[in-house]
C-alpha cells in the first residue's frame, strides 16, 4: 500500500520543521506498517456517539482570535452523572472519519466494551481570527492561525484558554466531572507539547497526556522539557508518548545536524527524564514519519492505559457490569 503523496506533503506542511530541511532521499517510508484495527471502525451492534457543532468560543488569552471545537457525546452519557473529558488539539484531524485517529469511533467502541470510562470529547482547534481559515486534514493551520504561538510556546496562556475559557462553556452544557485523575488531553506534533503544556502548567485541572510525535523540540524552546522535568518537583501526571524512528530527525543535505531539532531523539528524552523522576509513564517507539500513521494502530491501547484506572466492579454477580454498556434510554 502506497501512501497517497498529496496525503503525506500535506501533513508535512502542518510541521514548521518540515519547512526547514529537505527530505532524505533514503529516508524509509515507515507509514506504510501502520493500519487501522478493529477498534478503529463502526461496529454493528455498537451504539453510536454524537458529534455537537462546530461551536466557537472568544479568546481572551490570545485577543482577536476564537477557537472552533466540536464535541462528542457519547450514546452512555447520563447528564446526572459526572462524565470524564478528554480533549483534544488540532481536533479537526483527531475527528476526521477519513482520517487515521477516527477518536470517536474508537472511544464508541472502548465505552461500549467498559475499557475506558463514560466521557466527553472535545475536538478543539487552534485559534484564529475570523477572517483566517479554519485548519483542515490538508492544512493544520501553522502558516495562517495562532497555531505556532499557542502550541509551541511554554507559557500557561493556551493553559488559560482550556482551563478558563473551554472548559466554563462546557459546563454549561455538560456535566463534566471536576476530578483532575478524570481529565485527559492530547495531540500530535506542535498539538502534543501543547497538551503537555497545559497538564504541566494546570495538574489541578488536568492528570492524563497523550502525545504522538511531540514537537518536543527547538520550535520556541521545547527541547528545554526534559531538563525541566528533571529538576523539578514531580507532578501527579500520566503521559504515553508515540513517536518514529523516521521521524524529523534534523539531519541536513550537507551533513549537519542539530539534536534539539531531532523529533524522535527529543521525546526518548522526554521519556527517560519522565522516568527518572518517577512518572506514570509509557511509550511506544516505531518507525513512521512525522504524522499520525502510528496512531493507527496505537491510539485505542493508548486510550486503555491512559483511563486503566476507572471504576470497575468485581462482584459476580454484578450482570450489569458483566455486560457491554447500553445505550443511555432517553
Request: glycine share 8%.
Amino acid at each position: 500500500m502506497n501512501l497517497p503523496f498529496a496525503a503525506m506533503a500535506a501533513f508535512l506542511a502542518c510541521s514548521a520543521v518540515a519547512q526547514q530541511r529537505p527530505a532524505m532521499a533514503d529516508s524509509p517510508n515507515g507509514d506504510i506498517y501502520y493500519q487501522l484495527g478493529p477498534d478503529s471502525m463502526p461496529r454493528d451492534g455498537v451504539p453510536k456517539g454524537e458529534i455537537r457543532g462546530p461551536f466557537t468560543i472568544p479568546s481572551q488569552a490570545y485577543p482577536g482570535t476564537q477557537h472552533t471545537y466540536w464535541v462528542y457525546v457519547p450514546a452512555q452519557y447520563d447528564p446526572a452523572v459526572p462524565a470524564s473529558l478528554m480533549i483534544f488539539n488540532d481536533g479537526q484531524a483527531f475527528m476526521a472519519p477519513e482520517g487515521d485517529v477516527r477518536a470517536q469511533v474508537v472511544m464508541d467502541n472502548l465505552i461500549f466494551r467498559r475499557e475506558i470510562p463514560v466521557m466527553i470529547g472535545v475536538f478543539i482547534n487552534p485559534g484564529r481570527r475570523p477572517d483566517q481559515p479554519e485548519p483542515t486534514l490538508s492544512n493544520w493551520g501553522d502558516r495562517d492561525t495562532n497555531r505556532p504561538a499557542e502550541y509551541n510556546t511554554l507559557d500557561d496562556r493556551y493553559a488559560q484558554v482550556i482551563v478558563d475559557e473551554l472548559l466554563p462553556a462546557l459546563s454549561k452544557s455538560f456535566n463534566i466531572s471536576k476530578d483532575p485523575e478524570r481529565r485527559g488531553i492530547g495531540g500530535s506534533s506542535s498539538g502534543a507539547i501543547a497538551a503537555f503544556t497545559v497538564a504541566w502548567q494546570r495538574p489541578d485541572q488536568f492528570r492524563k497526556v497523550l502525545s504522538n510525535v511531540g514537537s518536543f523540540t527547538n520550535l520556541r524552546g521545547g527541547h528545554i522539557y526534559p531538563d525541566i522535568i528533571r529538576r523539578s518537583e514531580r507532578r501527579p501526571l500520566r503521559v504515553f508518548l508515540v513517536d518514529g524512528r523516521n521521524d524529523n530527525r534534523a539531519l541536513r543535505a550537507d551533513g549537519g545536524y542539530d539534536p534539539d531539532r531531532d523529533w524522535f531523539y527529543q521525546n526518548v528524552r522526554m521519556q527517560q527524564a519522565l522516568s527518572a523522576k518517577g512518572y506514570d509513564v509509557n511509550y511506544s517507539w516505531g518507525v513512521q514519519g512525522h504524522g499520525q500513521k502510528m496512531l493507527r494502530t496505537v491510539f485505542p491501547e493508548m486510550m486503555r492505559w491512559l483511563w486503566r484506572d476507572h471504576a470497575v466492579s468485581t462482584d459476580v454477580h454484578d450482570m450489569v457490569e458483566r455486560s457491554p454498556n447500553p445505550a443511555r434510554k432517553k
